[in-house]
């Protein structure tokens, strides 16, 4: 994902000059929303202990993905 900066939004302003909307590149857009599912699945699981390494890799080879 880009940084802020380099976004380069559009925005729609109401009749005093106000910014009441932006228009973004669908893509960024969907970086976008991305990136705040992932931080919402970090922040739901954070109290979760983590787990080893050796057993995540265990039960990749287990299930086939290695």
Same mark, same amino acid.
């Given at each position: 994902? #880009?940084? @802020?900066?380099? =976004?380069?939004?559009?925005?729609?302003?109401? &009749?005093?000059?106000?910014?009441?909307?932006?228009?973004?590149?669908?893509?960024?857009?969907?970086?976008?929303? #991305?990136? @705040?599912?992932? =931080?919402?699945?970090?922040?739901?699981?954070? &109290?979760?202990?983590?787990?080893?390494?050796?057993?995540?890799?265990?039960?990749?080879?287990?299930?086939?993905?290695?």
């Amino acid at each position: 994902m #880009e940084t @802020i900066s380099k =976004l380069k939004p559009q925005y729609v302003t109401d &009749e005093n000059g106000k910014k009441t909307a932006v228009i973004l590149p669908i893509h960024e857009y969907e970086e976008l929303v #991305e990136d @705040i599912q992932d =931080l919402a699945i970090l922040a739901e699981r954070r &109290e979760e202990p983590p787990i080893p390494h050796e057993e995540i890799m265990a039960k990749l080879k287990e299930d086939g993905y290695l």
